[in-house]
């Protein structure tokens, strides 16, 4: 069904640009006073980058997964999370990665890395990067087999999630077999000059405006040449060769779509198994709504088959 010019107009009077990060921040936080908390399985753990203890948080799909922490016995999802570099937390996306967990049956592990503008590019990233170490070299409180784990994340997850996967081929010490890049943000661009249509298209009536979007990637760089930096915008790395399995969902109504979508093709370019679906009708941050919902639940379904699991992805 396509969208209504009611909705329309609503989604347009929502639409503005401009990042106050206080005030973008407290909104944000709106979203901890969930009143399902007390029935989501999850533990606090730390692992540290240098002298900096990253906060992450692991959720359980069900009591016996939680109840069994013995070796080997899990496969993990390790999430990170949107908010354009600067907002959110793993607290405002408890439900959301509870839902994950219990909808692919995989533990979902989430990392609280330092957000911009109070540390710029690639601080957050590679927050990041040492949790999946730690993850992938058995240093953490799960001791998982590396071919079970998948990288995911949405927006500006998404981008921390391609560019982990860069830097962990580049770097050499373990490398992701899967990555699930949920509507990412790979690009560095948002102005009329974006080689990307979408952006056009999209960036003035869909709640997330490529105003907001020029906004977050200032707050992010430290610099002009941090936004040439493939680590900060992946599209722009020369070499994509020895990259993941990859599904990349993107919405229709969406600035970041036809990116999103681009590096898919890219990636497949390069040699990469690649998935890219498009969801009709969808918005930017749709996988924030109700489990109930039929963009989220025709998700779920997507990637439990992109993950080899046997589910409905209903949850």
């Known amino acids: 069904m396509a969208m209504s010019q009611t909705a329309r107009r609503i989604l347009k009077a929502l639409s503005f640009d401009g990042i106050e990060v206080e005030a973008s921040r407290n909104l944000a936080d ?3 006073l969930d009143p399902m908390k007390i029935f989501y399985k999850k533990i606090d753990y730390k692992i540290y980058n240098g002298e900096f203890e990253v906060p992450t948080r692991i959720f359980f799909p069900h009591e016996r ?3 069994n922490t013995g070796p080997n016995l899990h496969k993990v999802m390790l999430f990170i999370h949107g908010g354009g570099w600067v907002t959110e937390s793993v607290d405002n996306y408890e439900r959301i990665c509870a839902r994950l967990a219990n909808a692919t049956e995989q533990v979902v592990v989430s990392v609280d890395y330092r957000l911009a503008p109070e540390n710029k590019f690639p601080i957050g990233l590679e927050d990041c990067y040492a949790a999946a170490k730690a993850i992938f070299t058995n240093r953490f409180i799960l001791n998982v087999n590396p071919e079970d784990i998948t990288l995911i994340g949405d927006s500006a997850g998404g981008n921390l999630a391609a560019a982990l996967s860069l830097m962990a081929r580049d770097r050499g010490e373990f490398m992701p077999r899967r990555q699930i890049l949920i ?5 560095n661009d948002y102005s009329e000059n974006s080689p990307f249509e979408s952006v056009r298209e999209n960036g003035t009536d869909y709640l997330l405006t490529a105003g907001k979007m020029r906004d977050y990637v200032e707050l992010y760089a430290g610099s002009e040449e941090d936004k040439q930096n493939p680590y900060f915008a992946p599209i ?4 994509l060769s020895n990259q993941p399995d990859t599904l990349i969902l993107t919405a229709e109504f969406d600035p970041l779509r036809d990116e999103g979508e681009a ?10 198994y690649v998935e890219v679906i498009r969801i009709p009708e969808a918005l930017h941050g749709y996988f924030a709504l109700g489990i109930k919902h039929f963009y989220v639940k025709e998700s779920f379904d997507y990637m439990n ?5 046997k589910l409905t992805g209903e949850g």
């Open 30 to 32: 709106l979203k901890r």
């Open 183 to 187: 509507y990412p943000a790979v690009y």
């Open 263 to 272: 590096y898919g093709k890219r990636l497949k370019e390069a040699g990469n």
């Open 305 to 309: 088959r992109f993950l080899g699991n």
């Open 236 to 239: 722009l790395a020369e070499d």
């Open 65 to 67: 997964a939680f109840e």
